[in-house]
């Protein structure tokens, strides 16, 4: 799990997402960096200890290092989206939600958080959300957020996954 030898297949994936979206083969794609219990590396930038490890070590550094790595990766699929033409002046990153984040934040040994964790919400959901602004979700789940994208494609619905971790859309 080695980024110097993932970087070459992410740049692939997000090659065929924009693909499929070019084609309308799909409109729904998961585009996953790492797992939950991460154990990528990035020997060239002197990270040889495992993400997950680093998150409960206190290692700033080479952890500000693989997430400007994964920022990078977003960016460069937000980029493939917004180079496609949806037609009536909109592309594919104007139609579409797409997130950022991580299912669990860590910021010490002391364990992981399911409250407050930062996602970057990108895409209008056609027209739904109003970009270039941050939202206080004040302590709710990142479930919730799911639920606003649900809805901006239409399906209407008030919860993902357990319904008592849901209070309804955020944004």
Known sequence: ?????????????????KLAFETDLTRVA?????GGSS???WPSRGIHRAH????HSGD??????????YSEKFAGLLGALKSIDDGGGKSALHNSSVMLGMEC????????YLTNIPFILAGQGGGKFKTGRIVNAAGRNNNDLHVS??????????????ASLCKGAIV
């Open 60 to 69: 700033v550094e080479s952890l500000v290092k693989i997430d400007t790595y």
């Open 30 to 34: 998961a585009f996953t960096l790492s």
């Open 1 to 17: 799990q080695n980024l110097d030898l993932l970087s070459p297949v992410h740049d692939q994936m997000i090659s065929m997402i």
């Open 105 to 112: 934040w860590s910021n010490s040994s002391s364990g992981h």
């Open 149 to 162: 994208c649900l809805n901006a494609a239409g399906i209407e619905t008030s919860t993902f996954g357990l």
């Open 52 to 55: 997950h490890s680093l998150e």
């Open 39 to 41: 154990g990528q590396t």
